[in-house]
């Protein structure tokens, strides 16, 4: 197992920093441009998505402190474009006790004892990138959208702020920004994934719990993850085509 | 932004849903286009199934379906983030939203029916006012004419013609109307309130239902005000009308609701505690017991006994009365319901509703007022209390 | 002609205003639909490149091991090799560009240490996490351990 954790960092990391020359030639390029002649980027090579790993996940709220830093999210605790739950799973009860304080942004201080016969663990969220997203279907306007290379993006000179995107997704990663009346949420750090970097979230999380993949790539590891592992994705009952895969994902999440 | 939400949340919500997306415009404007839809459909009744004894409400139905029509746009504006962007829906609508359709059905009802159905029917007395008046007034007469002054018998034939085929037209058209609203939440998948087939069928019923009553309570007391007798076969025959629809309505919903509880999936314990709880108030007591079976009882009674006019007067002004609170208690337990609990199925929050601001209950007030003063003054323009088209003359030629 | 359109001049005023209005609208969409609408799908295509020129705010690990080849050594020798450095050290793309320009400050160790590190039910029980009070008895952790390479002696 933890073998396996190695090579995929290891490989990982050389992904990464092969792709940094690239990203240097992609800032140049695209400085100032609507649309660059020849991007070193192509949307056309990239089908973006996520493995999350539950059996990793140490709900240190690095990645939703990492997020908010990044994208500009309001601080507030209503506003998350990824944040952790922590579930409390009693078998014999019917539901799980879940609880995100502030997403998950300050940790989870120990709330249930050892040995209290239940399972607990933390399930990040974020948005699941979905191929047939029910919230890009109701946009009334074309201002969010599923671009070639499998991110679901928004255009916030666009939005009318409607809601009603908000209102379709079914996995609540959509909010309004109250600084902009306009919608936002995870987009997959496009503007660091375009330049060869990776999430901010995958950046910051210390365990490896989280990690972009490319699912056009060959190379990409999550290929092999995906054939040796027992994956979920979330509400499959949906049929959204989501893109964040769960590893080791308990029936009781929502 | 509002701290003292966090403390109303009971049980477990996503993080960003415990703010609520869609406030009681998003209540009002269901409820707004309702009334047209309702409106017009007795409008209808007489100029597409002559139902003669209705014929004394026909233009006042037209105006107030435009009056609430002129208004359903303005709660929308007030809502969106963006009102200047709202124009992007006409400019690249996208197909595949209900919501975007809908500006056009909504246009195309404005324009093609509404509007022009009012103008044929009202051209006569237009003509004649322009002919008459002096002033602004003159002005104002011609230029709803078109500057055209010609009146004979032949093009007031073509007008009745014409307008009788755009209210063929109107009928399914209205239904559009409302049923895309319905359709608008019907169709999303994420909210299992929300999503059903019925959706479409339930709000246009219930919008039949409300505009019925609107018509009916405006005309006993525009009568009162003017002290003119009630037209009592007209009344009766619109309450008669109005306890189709209801029971119609009510079926299809009871039908919705059985099956909820019968098939128990796994939205219903959430959904359940919802309505036992937190929406007992509007769901249980005022739309149910007050905003339905009482009104129903009260109509049954009407067409089961036989009851003198002064009874029957009071009967329907209360039935009215309740039924309007009911459907408007309706489109609250859809939307404001529909964003109480959670998508995880482990927690509810609260609809705090201010007062004053952008989406408070004054807004909405002013925007319910807001179509009777339109409608005062389209009646001071166009008055109703001419006899409608010629049924008369079209018969003779 | 006229015969035809005798007693019927109002409806063509009408339908003249009905497509007056036609015309007005597809002007209107002609002027004021943004460039790029429909390149890719339903949206502006200029979008894409808006999202993407947003500015970098994490440098990313391979960014500092560039400069910090010491500390990047020991980093990728140790057990903490899997950690990013700005999970510990915050957002330093600013620092990255232009290192006077912005100096990152030291991270306190012992509550960043226990963000991690404190024991949790809900946490995966292979994940080394100790009871602050058992372990050290509140001590600071940097005494016994190195924190870019914990499994080792902290560097003298």
């Known amino acids: 197992m933890s073998q396996d954790r190695r090579e995929f ?64 999210v309001p601080p507030e605790p209503f506003y ?73 993006l928004v255009d916030k000179t666009y939005c009318l702020g409607c809601r009603y995107c908000v209102q379709a997704c079914p996995y609540g990663c959509r909010f309004i920004d109250p600084r902009t009346e306009t919608v936002d949420k995870c987009n997959l750090c496009y503007h660091r994934i375009t330049k060869g970097l990776t999430t901010a979230c995958c950046e910051n999380c210390p365990t490896g719990a989280r990690q972009l993949v490319d699912l056009k790539d060959p190379k990409d590891p999550v290929h092999e993850f995906l054939r040796t592992h027992k994956v979920h994705v979330l509400k499959p009952q949906m049929a959204t085509g989501a893109k964040v895969f769960y590893n080791a994902l308990d029936g009781s999440v929502r | 932004m509002e701290e003292g939400l966090l403390h109303a949340v009971q049980g477990y919500m996503y993080p960003n849903e415990i703010e609520l997306q869609w406030s009681i415009l998003i209540v009002l404007y269901p409820f707004i286009t309702g009334l047209v839809a309702g409106a017009f459909i007795l409008a209808s009744l007489e100029r597409v199934f002559n139902v003669a004894a209705v014929k004394p409400t026909y233009r006042l139905a037209l105006l107030s379906a435009l009056a609430f029509m002129i208004v359903a746009p303005l709660p929308l504006q007030l809502h969106l983030g963006h009102p200047e962007r709202s124009i992007e829906m006409y400019l690249t609508p996208h197909t595949s939203s209900a919501m975007a359709m809908f500006g056009f059905v909504y246009l195309w009802y404005l324009m093609a029916v509404l509007v022009l159905e009012i103008w044929l029917d009202y051209r006569k007395d237009i003509v004649l006012m322009a002919r008459s008046e002096t002033g602004w007034k003159k002005t104002l007469y011609k230029a709803l004419s078109l500057g055209v002054d010609n009146i004979s018998e032949e093009s007031l034939r073509i007008d009745d013609k014409l307008g009788r085929f755009i209210t063929i037209i ?228 | 002609m006229n015969r035809l359109f005798k007693d019927k001049e109002h409806l063509v005023r009408v339908a003249g205003l009905f497509l007056a209005g036609i015309v007005v609208f597809v002007v209107a969409r002609a002027i004021l639909v943004p460039k790029g609408f429909g390149q890719y799908g339903h949206y502006r295509g200029g979008a894409l490149a808006d999202v993407r020129s ?96 914990p499994d080792k002696e902290p560097k003298k």
């Not at chain 2, 007209?234 to 099956?259: G, K, N, P, Q, W």
């Not at chain 2, 905003?291 to 009882?297: A, K, N, R, S, W």
């Not at chain 2, 007022?369 to 079209?394: D, M, Q, R």
């Not at chain 3, 500092?64 to 010491?70: A, G, I, N, P």
């Open chain 1, 9 to 72: 960092l290891a490989t990982a990391g050389k992904v990464l920093v092969l792709t940094a020359p690239a990203a240097a030639y992609w800032d140049a390029l695209a400085a100032g441009k609507t649309e660059p002649a020849e991007p070193a980027y192509r949307m056309a090579d990239h089908f973006w998505g996520m493995v999350v790993d539950i059996d990793k996940c140490i709900g240190c709220g690095g990645c939703v402190r990492a997020c908010k830093t990044e994208n500009n």
């Open chain 1, 80 to 152: 998350f474009r990824t944040w952790v739950e922590r579930y409390h799973v009693d078998p014999l009860s019917e539901h799980p006790e879940v609880d995100s304080l502030n997403g998950g942004f300050n940790g989870f201080p120990e709330k249930f004892a050892p040995g209290d016969k239940a399972k607990s663990f933390f399930v990040p969220k974020l948005c699941n990138q979905c191929a047939h997203s029910p919230c890009t279907q109701v946009c009334p306007v074309g201002a969010t959208f599923e671009s070639p290379d499998g991110a679901v």
């Open chain 2, 170 to 397: 109107g009928i399914p058209s209205a239904f559009l109307l409302h049923g895309y609203v319905g359709f608008i939440f019907g169709s999303i998948k994420a909210n299992p309130w929300w999503s059903s087939p019925a959706m479409p069928i339930v709000f246009l019923f219930s919008a039949i239902v409300s505009g019925i009553s609107l018509i009916m309570l405006m005309y006993m007391a525009l009568c009162v005000l003017k002290g003119a007798p009630v037209d009592m076969p007209c009344v009766d025959t619109i309450a008669r009308y109005l306890f189709y629809a209801f029971l119609i309505d009510f079926s299809i919903e009871l039908m919705d609701l059985i099956h909820r509880i019968y098939e128990a999936d796994e939205s219903f314990q959430t959904l359940d505690f919802m309505v036992h709880t937190r929406l007992y108030t509007s769901q249980i007591l005022i739309q149910l017991v007050f905003g339905t079976i009482v009104p129903l009882g009260f109509l049954a009674l009407t067409q089961l006994v036989k009851l003198s006019e002064g009874a029957r007067k009071g009967i329907y002004t209360l039935a009215g009365c309740l039924t309007l609170m009911g459907i408007f208690a309706m489109r609250w337990n859809v939307v404001i319901g529909g964003q109480l609990f959670s998508k995880s199925f482990l927690g509810y929050t609260t609809y705090k509703m201010n007062f004053a601001t952008k989406e408070g209950l004054l807004p909405a007030i002013i925007l319910l007022l807001l179509p009777f003063v339109i409608l005062f003054v389209l009646v001071k323009v166009l008055p109703p209390w001419e006899e409608p088209h010629e049924e008369a003359k079209v018969a003779a030629a």
């Open chain 3, 54 to 149: 947003k500015p970098v705010v994490y440098a990313g690990r391979a960014a500092c091991v560039e400069c910090h080849t010491d500390e990047g050594d020991r980093w990728k020798g140790g057990k903490h090799k899997g950690i990013g450095c700005e999970a510990c050290h915050g957002a330093l793309a600013k620092h990255a560009a232009d290192p006077s320009a912005l100096k990152p400050e030291k991270p306190d160790a012992k509550t960043l240490c226990l963000s991690c590190h404190a024991v949790n039910v809900a946490k995966p029980a292979k994940f080394p996490q100790i009871d602050p009070k058992a372990h050290m008895d509140g001590g600071l952790c940097t005494t016994c351990h190195d924190q870019h390479a």
